[in-house]
């Protein structure tokens, strides 16, 4: 554990940002906590500004990334099937009760590189599984949740590897509170203004009804068929429960569902993808027909193999998202190995399950007709980077017209 | 957070003791560990040594004092009635599967003291009602079990108050690891020698059949009645699940149930009880047929006050247990303000629910046979200390014959 010092007054707006802007939990309301045990600091504030703001009951669920590889380097072969099923179930039960949810992430991100690929992507399996149920009520937005993330020494010392400690971790919280505009006075005011231009955006892209988008970039040139009745979204965000929420501090993205069975072409990231606890590196991927027949990487190939591999659906999209390569994130030039920080810093792709809510009318439809507008299903939701400097966008209307959509990776207009 | 350090042989050995001693934890077995979050280098080898042993999975809930503490701080009145009972519900599932279960504890006895009596004790009673049914699985003995202790910064600082941290913290480890035999070169020997030593005695007195007890000593007479079919116990204890296991590292005691409406007199307390983040001292009680007509305390009155207020067991006795003060953590000296370590410095009552355990054939026997037996029911089950120098204990036969049990505070012979 780190007894690393974080400014306290930035800290202490950080957890009114994650109460008021990313949650805005309602009074009455309970709250489930997820966080690594390093960022306790930040756990303790946020349950002081939940009760503050009115909360019912506050959860914290901490753990610690040495008891999760210690599962890794001890356990009998044959025994990562299993997953805490009942711990699961009952997040979902208090979900379903309109318990909101905080994650906040800060992980080693190469906390399990030197583990056994096949058995972390077994256990990692089991726990998508055992999680599904939970997972669906936020992937639905049943109810407000969000994610903010905190600086610990081991995320800190991989993004500063050069530095020693305290400023490794001085200077990635510096990014944090940025990002997070915990460094501006009215954080709450600021990120209200920051909402009304993801609307905008969102508003534009819905206004257009692209059929799909082209992507083009060194190493990549894919088409991305957009889903049926697909709906684009950014910022804060209504839940099903009524209460509007921001899910992820910082957020830069607009996003929607691409078509499971309409993505052609090659793409190359743009950035390394931090998976369960290892860094995949140089992804590249051919689609045909909204399946990846091809995936190669340069570090983590094993990795990446075992994550399509999961099921049907983790092989397709269920995520297309928008980031200017000149927003504050991706501006800072710095690398996260953090899919939260990394994926708001450029344009994003995600095998796996799709959102619900991009769809229009999105909360009253069924898994089938999900499916049937080409949402995809599967047990991962996995973020990527593809967007960098010199990618360009067109969008293409259902009459072939072509519209630019971003020039050298920034808005077109 | 404490980065305070600690002898890791000795931490090495008492985790291999809760694993091997405390637990017998059975390859593929699922463990949940509960412990406060300063104890979390324990947790780690604790995790490593059950994944040795074989174990399936691992999960550990950390708790910080601080979140509790907030919620008391800032929470709004009228908000003390709820308690995480999706989390409860969730390991009594988990029990049902047959995990075993593992409590560290070592929380700030003192955590609470500051706060609204009335609120905590609400609280309290919300969470006992939630966690009952989980707790109904431990205290049948459906599943093996036991609890061990770390010597975290705040309750070291308890116990020796004027004592710089790191040697305050040296000097509370140097206890628990003497009281749970990890200063021994073969612990898990030690306690096999040490259990058939409590099983002697466990014996004797089960052989003895006694009618009731006869307290004597400053401040206290009092006759308590053991209930019909009562058995004694004492050490390792095997479960329905077939394990046997040691629920308590350290335990120095021999326990049965007393009957519920056969407790009279007098009883004064010999150390004073950490109840709830609260410290009650120099409590006196008088029962008349088995329930608690009076109680005063010199401090924390208002806490015990509403401990016994809690339901209509609570003010009857659900345990006594024999304890001689020439025990090994008698003989240290020591006021530990945690009732794992001083309940085994003295003998004791307990307040509450009884164990099925302690009657013959108990696993066997409903709610109702139970209680036609005398044995009582409540939330609560809270032991406190009334053994000393002093103590002198008959037994009394069902003739009235009086046999010597305990003279001057040891075994009488």
Avoid at 230 to 242: F, I
Avoid at 310 to 320: K, M, S
């Amino acid at each position: 554990m780190s007894d690393l010092i974080l400014d306290p007054v930035k800290l202490d707006r950080l957890a009114d940002v994650a109460i008021q802007t990313g949650l805005n939990l309602q009074p009455g309301q309970d709250l489930i906590i997820t966080a690594p045990v390093e960022a306790l600091p930040l756990v303790r504030r946020i349950t002081a500004s939940a009760y503050k703001a009115g909360a019912g009951l506050v959860t914290p669920i901490l753990s610690d990334g040495e008891i999760s590889k210690a599962r890794f380097e001890h356990a009998r072969d044959g025994s990562f099937d299993s997953a805490p099923d009942w711990l699961y179930e009952g997040m979902a039960k208090a979900y379903s009760n309109n318990a909101a949810r905080l994650a906040i992430v800060g992980e080693d991100p190469m906390l399990l590189a030197e583990c056994d690929p096949a058995k972390v992507a077994q256990a990692g399996k089991a726990n998508a599984k055992a999680y599904k149920p939970a997972l669906k009520k936020i992937s639905n937005f049943e109810i407000n949740w969000s994610i903010v993330s905190y600086p610990t020494k081991a995320w800190a010392m991989r993004v500063f590897p050069d530095l020693k400690p305290q400023e490794a971790v001085d200077r990635l919280a510096d990014a944090i509170f940025a990002a997070s505009r915990v460094d501006l006075d009215d954080p709450v005011a600021a990120w209200a203004d920051h909402n009304a231009t993801l609307r905008d955006r969102s508003d534009w892209l819905n206004s257009k009804r692209f059929d799909a988008l082209h992507f083009t970039g060194p190493g990549t040139d894919l088409v991305v068929g957009l889903a049926d009745d697909h709906e684009w979204h950014g910022g804060a965000s209504q839940a099903q429960n009524g209460i509007t929420c921001n899910p992820n501090i910082p957020t830069e993205e607009v996003f929607t569902t691409p078509h499971a069975n309409r993505i052609n072409g090659r793409v190359r990231a743009t950035k390394p993808l931090s998976h369960q606890g290892s860094l995949i590196k140089d992804i590249e991927m051919v689609f045909k027909d909204g399946r990846a027949i091809e995936a190669r990487a340069s570090q983590g190939e094993a990795v990446l193999q075992e994550l399509i591999k999961t099921d049907e659906g983790a092989a397709r999209l269920g995520e297309v998202a928008l980031v200017p390569y000149q927003s504050p994130i991706s501006a800072s030039g710095l690398l996260f190995f953090n899919t939260l920080y990394d994926e708001n810093a450029a344009c994003h792709i995600a095998l796996g399950q799709c959102y619900s809510k991009c769809f229009v009318g999105g909360a009253a439809l069924s898994e089938n007709e999900i499916a049937q507008r080409g949402g995809n299903s599967s047990l991962i939701h996995v973020d990527w980077m593809i967007g960098g400097a010199e990618t360009d966008i067109d969008g293409i209307m259902a009459d072939g017209t072509k519209v630019p959509v971003f020039r050298n990776g920034n808005w077109a207009e």
